[in-house]
Structures are given as structure tokens and as C-alpha cells.
Nanobody
């Protein structure tokens, strides 16, 4: 069992940056791949980025490649999403996810954090 708590969302102007954090509980955190997904109003939840348990492999949606960076600190049981050059279309609720398979989510979700990008 893994419990996930996201933080760091907010309102930012287009071109700005935010860093999301996801704090995980549970001793098996370092054995899980971790990921970020997002859901915009009226749209389905979509893949953003995932990172392997060691941090050596990362995967990104084409829409965020080159702008977002996923990372993790296993000593702190935390995964991060650094978001740069934000666009209005990045506006969504961002969810942390444990045990994903590349771009497919695992069974554990956080409660989500709202990111709003104004034009």
C-alpha cells in the first residue's frame, strides 16, 4: 500500500515555472516506478511523465518533452515534476501515480493538485 500527497500547484502566467512534489508513504517507495498524469476540464486523464525506481529511465508525453522534468529522491520518498515554459494548455489537475508501466497508470493515486496557466 502506498499513499501519495501532491503539493506545489498554483496559478502561473504563461512562460512561467512550477515544481510539483509528491510525498509517498510506505517502505516500498524506492521499488516503485512513479509517474505524473493530468486531467483537464472535460478531458480524460492523460500521461505526463514516468520515472523508473532507480531514476535512470524517464518517459515523457510529446506535449511536455523538453519543458518538463521528472525526478525522484528515494531518501525522501518524494517524486518531483519541474514544469518550465508553461502554456495555457497545461492547465489541469496533476496526479501523482505509483507503479505505472511507462505511460499506463498503476493502481495508486494521489488526490491531485491544480495547475492553472493564464495567458
Amino acid at each position: 500500500q502506498v499513499q501519495l500527497v501532491e503539493s506545489g500547484g498554483g496559478l502561473v502566467q504563461a512562460g512561467g515555472s512550477l515544481r510539483l512534489s509528491c510525498a509517498a508513504s510506505g517502505r516500498r517507495f524506492s521499488s516503485y516506478a512513479m509517474g505524473w498524469f493530468r486531467q483537464a476540464p472535460g478531458k480524460e486523464r492523460e500521461f505526463v511523465a514516468t520515472i523508473s525506481w532507480s531514476g535512470e529511465r524517464t518517459y515523457y508525453a510529446d506535449s511536455v518533452k523538453g519543458r518538463f522534468t521528472i525526478s525522484r529522491d528515494n531518501a525522501k520518498n518524494t517524486v518531483y515534476l519541474q514544469m518550465n515554459s508553461l502554456k495555457p494548455e497545461d492547465t489541469a489537475v496533476y496526479y501523482c501515480n505509483a507503479d505505472p508501466t511507462t505511460s499506463y497508470p498503476g493502481q495508486y493515486w494521489g488526490q491531485g493538485t491544480q495547475v492553472t496557466v493564464s495567458s
